[in-house]
Nanobody, 121 residues
Framework: QVQLTESGGGTVRPGDSLRLECAAS?????IAWFRQAPGKDREFVGVITWESKIRYTPKSMEDRFSVSRDDAKNGIILLMKNLQPDDTAKYYC?????????????????WGKGTLVTVSS
């Protein structure tokens, strides 16, 4: 059973950057980030494959969000820049042992508990 733990959330001002981390108890083939704002569906943010480091971020987010691997900490990073109030959400990392750059939440079998990001002036 893979355990995922997110960290790095908090309250920031519009225009700030934030770095979220996802620590995995063991390697999985793909790790993705999703977010869920109050009253909204869970939204895909980005994904990276563990071994090849191939990654994908939706075009609507790729200029501000990036996913990378932290080899030293055995984790996955979500770097977010120029945050706006609409980015306020709980951010989750999810693991998939079968690999691939999947974007749907049902494709991931392991989930962390999430970390809250609030963007407010």
């Amino acid at each position: 059973q893979v355990q995922l733990t997110e960290s790095g959330g908090g309250t920031v001002r519009p225009g700030d950057s934030l770095r979220l981390e996802c620590a995995a108890s063991e390697r999985t083939w793909s790790i993705a980030w999703f977010r869920q704002a109050p009253g909204k569906d869970r939204e895909f943010v980005g994904v990276i494959t563990w071994e090849s480091k191939i990654r994908y971020t939706p075009k609507s987010m790729e200029d501000r969000f990036s996913v990378s691997r932290d080899d030293a900490k055995n984790g996955i990073i979500l770097l977010m820049k120029n945050l706006q109030p609409d980015d306020t959400a709980k951010y989750y990392c999810a693991g998939r042992k079968a690999g691939g750059l999947r974007t749907q939440r049902q494709d991931y079998e392991y989930w962390g508990k999430g970390t809250l990001v609030t963007v407010s002036s």
